[in-house]
């Protein structure tokens, strides 16, 4: 029976690690700092993520670094529906994530999509006003 409880027991302290490391995936957030235009700017054309600097570097900047905050972005930023139609987000915004060990993730929004981590997204409305409070 003890030979039993070990394997047990083992499979049990794995499992809630690997459950802690899924959950606290927001807790490394350091901070969140949106740079946006306004969002309703038309252009000529497409701005893609890598020209959004170049086309308004006198963009209106928001912070977040107290968790509540952070915690809304990250939470309207997990629960987006992918975008599969080939549409591309006319950027209007970055949004820079800072993980604690300092790494950078950044999201470029559009009105209509955005991407983030290499993946297409509807904008969440919900997104949309919490850049513009």
Known sequence: MKKFNVPLVLLLIVLMVACKRKNSSNDD???VKF???ELGRETQFRITCDKFDYYFPEGK??????KPG?????????SMK???????????????????TKAVDTV??????LSYKGSIYE???????LIQK
Do not use: N, W
């Open 29 to 31: 957030v350091q901070s």
């Open 61 to 66: 900047e928001k912070h977040f670094d107290k």
């Open 82 to 100: 992918t975008v599969s139609d080939g549409t591309e987000p006319d950027v209007r915004g970055k949004i820079y994530i800072t993980h604690a």
């Open 123 to 129: 904008t969440p409305p919900e997104l949309l006003v």
């Open 108 to 113: 470029c929004v559009g009105v209509k999509a």
């Open 35 to 37: 740079k946006f235009t």
């Open 70 to 78: 952070i915690d809304s972005v990250m939470q309207l930023l997990t």
